[in-house]
């Protein structure tokens, strides 16, 4: 039997419309079952946490029902959670119907962070000799973990720390600009004016911490510390 154009074309057509339905309904059951909505959070904490010194490992467990089909998932993050480490990961369909499910995940991190080499006392001066780099699950570690030896060498231990200790921002003052009994520079500023005078700190400072200064007059002032044992009245 021969077809005409038009009809060849219309067969073609509802051949065509089968097969997109075919597809559409394996999308749909792709897009709802538990491997799918699983390996869409994983692709999504991935991209998340792209551009982290590391090697990055992410594992989610996958939901424990089959949630209704969906023609359009998207992932997110619940406000709080961690970037790295123990978290959740939320996966939510926005059509044809709305339904949301929310998935533990496991993001490891496997980098360097800076430790302490001994034992060191409160108010300590870090060195080069004090801090090494270990490797580790910067998951396992608190967010403000350092990084960079050169970065904090020269600054304050706030309390006591125990060897192998890792190196936390909130264990550390930043490096004194202003010491005690030094001559310091007094800065006035006020309106439309600036004024400039020597004193004697009466205390240490680091930078943005306010200080006492003994003007030669002998008046006592307080200030911001800046750098080059400098202090800003306001």
Known sequence: MSYSPLQAIRSAAKQIALACLCLSGAAHAANSNPAALQAHAEHFLKM????????????????????????????????????????TVGVRCLAPSTWTVYLPAQIKLIGSYVATTQALPA???????????????????????????????????????????????????SPLVVQQGQTTRIVMNGPGFSVQSEGMALANASKGERVRIKTASGQVVSGIAHDGQQVVVY
Not at 56 to 82: H, I, M, N, W, Y
Not at 124 to 143: A, F, K, N, P
Not at 158 to 171: D, I, K, Q
């Open 48 to 87: 998340q946490a792209a551009g982290l010194p590391g090697k990055l490992s992410v594992s989610v467990k996958p939901p424990r029902s089959t949630p209704d089909a969906c023609d359009a998932l998207e992932a997110f993050q619940p406000p709080g959670s961690r970037r790295i480490g123990k978290t």
């Open 123 to 173: 108010n300590h001066v870090l060195t080069l000799g004090d801090l090494m780099l270990r490797e580790g699950d910067l998951g396992q570690l608190t967010s403000d973990v350092a990084s960079d030896i050169e970065a904090i060498v020269g600054y304050r231990t706030v309390s006591g720390l125990a060897a192998n200790a890792p190196l936390r921002a909130g264990l550390l003052r």
